[in-house]
């Protein structure tokens, strides 16, 4: 019970972002590198698996 009233006591806008309607202003440069982060963090795992993949390819072709 204690615990409770404490709460409703805490000015919770104190802590955090709670104005969460502004978003910060973005120029072009932070487009492109937030683009340039989504393609590394999605595609760059996939371009390394199909090199890994197509090694290993090359290497069952070549061998007799």
């Given at each position: ?23 910060p ?40």
């Amino acid at each position: 019970m204690e615990n409770e009233e404490q709460q409703e006591q805490v000015d919770w806008s104190k802590y955090g972002d709670h104005d969460a309607s502004r978003h910060p202003s973005l120029d072009a440069t932070d487009y492109v590198a937030l683009f340039i982060a989504s393609i590394q963090s999605i595609f760059l795992p996939l371009v390394i698996l199909a090199a890994v993949l197509v090694s290993i390819g090359f290497l069952f072709v070549l061998m007799p």
